[in-house]
């Protein structure tokens, strides 16, 4: 089958010398799908026509398949995926736009996931009940330092794992990455309550969306397993992104120095290296692949909203800890962002960042 594949959300024209960075992942979802013979790009639309021109132009796609309005796009090219790659706020309604325009059957959306719990839960409801495959872009899952790390660990080379350890700069934004790799080493097992005190003193906007500049969480989950987290100032203590403790020994992921995974048994002295390296390109290659082929096949993706919604709510649940400065039990009973109400409400007040940290 023959995949019609559309985007929403084009940016500006990277040049071809800033494809790695997070403003061009348009660019990038769109390389990854131009590599598969099962896909086609047929359209694209962005509120700035140059924008979507330019991107057409990249990808040889026809001027009159160029919309600024996303539902006039659907329309006119039935798309059967569609890929979301806007600013985080406005991520909830294009989503259900789409999901409920009964045209698209899968969605890949860049992450985070919405910028409200409330829109987290909203998204994945409306995709479900439309039957839209709903994915995230949570490429980590595709490192060849995860594949690696969860094949020693499912096969038992660290026993039972007990903690994890996760290490930086954000909660929402980077931390959404870190704990989903969490939630996967352990299973999808969700978590039961988090604890968590957060500092925000200077505005740290990315993509529409405020991050704490410094949290200290804990979160256990149903089986038993505790999560530690560590994030911006100081996250550097941790000495890597992803620790995982078993019983007979320890997973270090992307550590600070040396390889992408290392592993350590009990009594041992040193780490074994594993030389996992590989173009980050290919993380998200990764992704897009799984989002086809479980259109295809009808199989559940990791990278699905269900287990990306777990994730979420382990963030805004260390968010509402400490807003509520105790202990958060789950499932969570919020519907907004509690990082941005505690801004509004002054509570939290970051002053002006010196420049745009979103770019």
């Not at 494809?19 to 390389?31: E, F, I, L």
């Not at 007979?248 to 350590?264: F, I, M, N, S």
């Not at 962002?337 to 979103?358: F, I, K, Q, Y």
Request: charged residues 30%; aromatic residues 8%.
């Amino acid at each position: 089958m023959n995949y019609r594949v559309a985007f929403i959300g084009t940016g500006p024209d990277p040049g071809d010398q800033n494809w790695g960075t997070s403003a061009a992942m348009a660019y990038r979802h769109a390389a990854a799908y131009d590599d598969l013979d099962d896909c086609s790009l047929v359209g694209c639309a962005d509120l700035v026509r140059e924008n979507a021109a330019a991107f057409a132009d990249r990808f040889d796609l026809p001027a009159s398949n160029v919309f600024e309005d996303y539902i006039k796009m659907l329309e006119a090219v039935e798309p059967d995926v569609v890929s979301v790659c806007t600013p985080v706020p406005t991520h909830a309604d294009i989503v259900v736009d789409c999901a409920e325009s009964g045209i698209p059957a899968a969605i890949h959306c860049e992450k985070p996931m919405a910028d409200t719990w409330g829109d987290c839960r909203r998204m994945t409801e409306t995709c479900d009940r439309a039957d839209v495959q709903l994915t995230f872009n949570h490429q980590r899952r595709f490192s060849g330092a995860y594949r690696k790390a969860y094949d020693l660990i499912e096969g038992g080379f660290i026993g039972e794992p007990r903690r994890f350890e996760v290490g930086g700069q954000n909660l929402f934004d980077f931390g959404s990455h870190l704990i989903d790799i969490c939630n996967g080493i352990n299973a999808e097992c969700e978590a039961e309550w988090a604890l968590c005190q957060v500092d925000y003193r200077e505005e740290n906007v990315r993509y529409g969306s405020h991050n704490e500049n410094q949290a200290l969480a804990l979160w256990r989950y149903e089986n038993g397993v505790h999560a530690i987290l560590s994030s911006g100032v100081g996250h550097e203590s941790v000495r890597c992104y992803v620790r995982v403790r078993g019983t007979k020994g320890t997973v270090e992921l992307w550590p600070d120095e040396g390889p992408e995974l290392r592993v350590r048994q009990t009594g041992e002295e040193e780490f074994e290296a594993y030389d996992v390296e590989e173009p980050h390109e290919t993380m998200l290659h990764g992704a897009v692949r799984e989002v086809v082929d479980c259109l295809e096949s009808g199989e559940t993706p990791d990278i699905g909203a269900e287990n990306v919604l777990t994730a979420n709510e382990i963030i805004y649940g260390c968010w509402e800890s400490a807003r509520r400065r105790g202990r958060v039990e789950f499932p969570l009973d919020i519907a907004d962002n509690p990082l941005d109400a505690m801004v509004e409400a002054e509570d939290l007040t970051p002053r002006p960042a010196e420049s745009d940290a979103g770019d």
